[in-house]
């Protein structure tokens, strides 16, 4: 919950931190975490208006990765080219400012941590929920309709 938060908020060395902290292997073994927390902490820079050190932190950590993965250079240049807009509400990928970027790469944190900790999870959760599909064809049952707290709810009659 900590490293969503920290996500979320926007702080997202401190998401790194608590990643490596809890697993190190999380952010070792997907390239593509890692690079979604390092183009989000390149966002939080340009949105604070620190364009040098956005500049600068692009050139030295996401550059070399770009070279090597070329969905990675497209981000980076999507990401890179907030810099060249005074006004980002006209600019056409000012949607990566938005909050919804955040919550999306805080979601992802949160998914390969959740999977860290139990690999299986994933895969019960897709099973319960087709079940669940199968039961409501047959039968009225308690059932879990909010698997973010996994609350049974009575059947209504």
């Known amino acids: 919950m900590a490293v969503k938060k920290a996500a979320q908020c926007g702080n997202v060395k401190d998401a790194i931190e608590k990643i490596n902290d809890l697993n190190p292997e999380i952010l070792d073994t ?13 966002i939080e820079l340009i949105r604070n208006g620190k364009v040098e050190a956005a500049l600068e932190f692009a050139q030295e950590e996401l550059a ?4 090597e993965n070329q969905s990675f ?20 990928v000012g949607e990566l400012l938005d909050i919804s970027q ?10 390969a941590v959740l999977t860290s ?5 994933p895969s019960l959760l897709k099973m319960l929920i087709w079940a669940q599909n199968k ?3 047959k039968a009225a049952y308690p059932c879990i309709n909010d698997l973010s707290n996994a609350r049974l709810e009575d059947p209504t009659f």
């Not at 997907?30 to 390149?42: D, E, I, S, W």
Request: net charge negative; aromatic share 6%; hydrophobic share 35%.
């Open 73 to 92: 250079l497209e981000e980076l240049e999507r990401t890179i080219s907030l810099v060249a807009f005074e006004d980002t509400s006209n600019c056409p």
């Open 102 to 111: 955040r919550l999306k790469t805080a979601s992802e944190v949160n998914a």
């Open 117 to 121: 900790q139990n690999p299986k999870l």
């Open 64 to 67: 070399p990765r770009a070279e």
């Open 30 to 42: 997907n390239p593509q975490l890692f690079f979604q927390l390092q183009q989000q902490r390149l």
């Open 135 to 137: 039961l409501d064809k």
